[in-house]
């Protein structure tokens, strides 16, 4: 059981925006730590989608776009498109386990 | 480009040692500001940090692995490497290894293609 919260599954046909939360508790997100995204394309490596809760780096579409408060965060994708389906983890540090640690991650699909 | 590209054997006896190694090109791994993680993936699971090693040596370990997780540095081959002792089952998973920003935002930004280990008999 992951120390971050993801629902499983999510799906959302093109052109929607579609949203994916991460769920953590006060001594990961709650007590103020960067949240990150990343999108593993089938049979790849993750790559950095969003760091520091809503930052993009060079290349990633302003469709993705990150939020954080409180305990959660999330990942919004706008403009949903085929080429979107994947998986989504978000990433923090835990300051009780003293770890970095992930969310269980998202499977995307694109109907 | 930073590329990191992880090699090893793809298969292990339980109760052996895994052992595999990353080779960084595009960026020099001495980097005072560079820190080199592991980050494994069984089968069909999510994503776990192993540790972590800086090029002076320093590390960082997942308190679920760190009695049996061995990190290191090559400076001089550009390369950092993984040794994980007395494995299971449960330890096969995709390894990728991928640099790590640790003081800055804690993060990990470029990644390896990974690495399938099957731990079997």
């Known amino acids: 059981q992951s120390v971050l919260t993801q629902p499983p599954s999510l799906s959302g046909a093109p052109g929607q925006r579609v949203t994916i939360s991460c769920t953590g508790s006060?001594?990961?997100?709650?007590?103020?730590?960067?949240v990150h995204w990343y999108q593993q394309l089938p049979g790849t490596a993750p790559k950095l989608l969003i760091y520091?809760?809503?930052n993009r780096p060079s290349g990633v579409p302003d469709r993705f776009s990150g939020s954080k408060s409180g305990t959660s965060a999330s990942l919004a994708i706008s403009g949903l498109q085929a080429e979107d389906e994947a998986d989504y983890y978000c990433?923090?540090?835990?300051?009780?386990?003293?770890?970095?640690?992930f969310g269980g991650g998202t499977k995307l699909t694109v109907l | 480009q930073l590329l990191l590209q992880e090699s090893g054997p793809g298969l292990v006896k339980p109760s052996e040692t895994l052992s595999l190694t990353c080779t960084v090109s595009?960026?020099?791994?001495?980097?005072?500001?560079?820190?080199w993680g592991w980050v494994r993936q069984p089968p069909g699971k999510g994503l776990e940090w192993i540790g972590t090693?800086?090029?002076?040596?320093?590390?960082y370990y997942n308190p679920s692995v760190k009695s049996r997780v061995t990190l290191s540095v090559d400076t001089s081959k550009n390369q950092f490497s993984l040794k994980l002792s007395s494995v299971t089952a449960a330890d096969t998973a995709v390894y990728h290894c991928?640099?790590?920003?640790?003081?800055?935002?804690?993060?990990?930004?470029?990644w390896g293609q990974g690495a399938l280990v099957t731990v079997s008999s």
């Open positions: 991928a640099r790590h920003t640790l003081v800055k935002d804690n993060l990990f930004d470029f």
């Open positions: 595009g960026a020099s791994i001495s980097s005072s500001t560079s820190f």
């Open positions: 090693i800086d090029y002076g040596g320093s590390t």
């Open positions: 006060r001594s990961n997100i709650g007590a103020g730590y960067d």
């Open positions: 520091v809760n809503s």
């Open positions: 990433q923090s540090y835990d300051s009780s386990l003293g770890v970095v640690v």
